[in-house]
């Protein structure tokens, strides 16, 4: 039976535990999206209790996908040499690194991006009010080589792996969702066309990082929402991700956002879809959403609903919550 304690040794991952801190951003950059000391600091101290893999916060790719003023961002070269102390800090401290890669597509504001936010089609995912300009095919065209050339630069800072966001109605999560995605072309309809996009980025990623970078995908396994992406189609999806070049698929939840209000109060809220995505795919999956207790977490992956827990909000409140669970589940 598989324990939370357990290394995580499949095809070209090797961690030392199961336990993942999510990505989860806080705005402490420059306006130019560079890493700071306060980085460094907030992620050594959970890295140094002891947690398997930490994934780095979202960072944008290009300037029109940035969501926040104060954003990481990787969207240019001269970004690199603070991403690599970040990534070495992590290394230092003893967990293994990732960072998100993401565009949030109409999931941000004019006054942030610098533009009229960007998306699939003229509708705004949930809880934003700015229409949308449906992106030119040769605007996709541009995102996907962005993302090829963020992930480079992710490689060059010794980031030991790499996360695509496709889930809480960032841009792949747009394209995918029926609800947000209205196309008429080759990126729209069908569930091949709406996944067109996020096959093509990571195919981009995948050819620039080589074979060997482990990389993962936040996938919004359900939007939650009538004409949203439903779980049935998200089972689909799940092995043609896999297929084009991902080796951990990260669950979470689609344009319903990471913390839906209806679902919140229950632990494992999101723990549902990643079992039911890891019985169609052979990669290992993470289960994410509202995990606080030692307990529950190991049961999680006892029961073999997933291969790995993320643990948020809980190490946002205690960094030292997984060098405490790990003790707790060994006495
Ligand atoms: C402050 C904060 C920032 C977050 N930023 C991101 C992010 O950058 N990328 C992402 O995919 N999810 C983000 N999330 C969602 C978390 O990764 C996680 O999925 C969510 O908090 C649910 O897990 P939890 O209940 O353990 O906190 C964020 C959540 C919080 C609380």
């Given at each position: 039976m598989p324990t939370l304690s357990d290394p995580l040794v499949i095809g070209k991952f090797a961690l030392k535990n199961r336990i993942i801190m999510p990505p989860m951003a806080n705005d402490m950059s420059s306006e130019a999206g560079e890493v700071n000391n306060r980085h460094l600091?907030?992620?050594?101290?959970p890295a140094e209790a002891g947690v398997g893999l930490v994934i780095v916060e979202h960072s944008y790719i290009m300037p029109?996908?940035?969501?926040?003023?104060?954003q990481l961002g990787i969207y240019e070269n001269g970004l690199i040499d603070g991403l690599r102390s970040l990534a070495d800090t992590i290394r230092t401290a003893g967990a293994s690194s990732a960072i998100q890669l993401t565009h949030a597509?109409?999931?941000?504001?004019?006054?942030?991006c610098g533009c009229q936010p960007t998306g699939p089609s003229d509708v705004p995912p949930p809880k934003r009010k700015e229409t949308p300009r449906p992106l030119e095919v040769q605007e996709i065209e541009e995102i996907v080589a962005a993302y090829a050339q963020a992930a480079r630069r992710a490689q060059a800072a010794g980031f030991d792996s790499i996360e695509i966001h496709g889930a809480h109605g960032f841009l792949l999560n747009e394209f995918v969702s029926p609800y947000t995605n209205h196309r008429t072309d080759r990126y729209g309809?069908?569930?091949?066309?709406?996944?067109?996009?996020?096959?093509?980025?990571i195919a981009a990623v995948r050819a620039q990082v080589g074979p060997e970078l482990p990389l993962l995908y936040r996938f919004g396994a359900s939007d939650f929402m009538q004409e949203g992406l439903a779980l049935d189609e998200a089972r689909e999806i799940a092995p043609k991700l896999?297929?084009?070049?991902?080796d951990m698929l990260d669950i979470s939840g689609g344009l319903c956002g990471s913390r839906p209000k209806d679902l919140t109060d229950t632990q494992g809220y999101f723990v549902p879809?990643?079992?039911s995505i890891k019985a169609v795919v052979e990669v290992p999956v993470i289960a994410v959403g509202g995990i606080t207790d030692p307990i529950y977490a190991n049961s999680?992956?006892?029961e073999e609903k997933a291969d790995l827990v993320a643990v948020g909000r809980a190490m946002l409140k205690n960094p030292a919550w997984a060098g405490e669970a790990l003790a707790q589940l060994e006495s």
């Open positions: 600091d907030h992620y050594r101290v029109s996908g940035k969501m926040t003023r104060k597509g109409a999931n941000t504001t004019s006054d942030v309809g069908s569930t091949e066309n709406r996944l067109r996009l996020p096959l093509e980025v896999v297929e084009a070049g991902i879809l990643a079992s999680v992956v006892a």
